[in-house]
Structure formats: C-alpha cells, structure tokens
C-alpha cells in the first residue's frame, strides 16, 4: 500500500458493467474493487504519459464502429489520409452485419498519434476504440 494518504470516494456504475468488473476482479485476484480500480487508473495514467510526450513510438489503433452510421466510414478515411506519414497499414474485418473493427498499425511521434486516435474514437458511430504504443529503443 502506499505511504499516501488514502482518500474515499464514491463510484456510480450500472449494474452489468459493475457484474463484468467483479469477474475481473475475481479474475485478476485481487483483494477487493479498491485494489483493482486503483491498478487501472496507474495503468491509464501510465498510457497518459507515453501519449502527452513526444517520444518516437509505434503501435496501433484499434476500432470498433457500426459502418451504417452516416458518413463516419468516409470521415474516417478523411482522418487518415491527414496522418498517411504516420500509418503504417490499415487492417478492416467486417464483424458481421453492421459490425466493423479496424486495426491501424502507427508509428511516429506519440502525440501526433494521440491526436490522430482520438479523432477516430471521437466520431460518431465508434463505440470502442483504443490506442496502445510502446517506446522505441
Ligand atoms: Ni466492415
């Protein structure tokens, strides 16, 4: 435990949500919910981190969106061909009937992949998306 202070506070969660997070926890075996929230928010932190400096990085952007939404497929070619220095490749399943995910494999100063992500995840439609990058050597 930390030397810190430790300080309480309240969380709202709807119910599915907060059945799926105690699988987790159970899964990851931790202690109670405060140990597992704690751990998430170090690891968000953390991301936060490699995304606000401007280290050279590589890694990929992942999305989730549901392809009738209007517009959004030709938004989201829009926002890449801004950032075509930065993409590497592009990768696009079609889940099922509406379902798409794209992988885009990135590499480049960790801002600018922030900034192209966040467009992404920020449309209309997309209802999961994810940036993970490591540092290069
Ligand atoms: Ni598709």
Redesign the pocket.
Known sequence: MDNNKLTRFGVSMDEKLLQKFDVLVEQRSYQNRSEAIRDLVREAILQQTYSDNSEYVAGTILLFYA?HQNGLVNEMMSIQHDYHDQILTTT?L?IDHNN?LEVIVVKGLAHQLKQLSDQLIALKGVFYGKLTVSPLS
């Open positions: 392809h696009h079609h798409c």
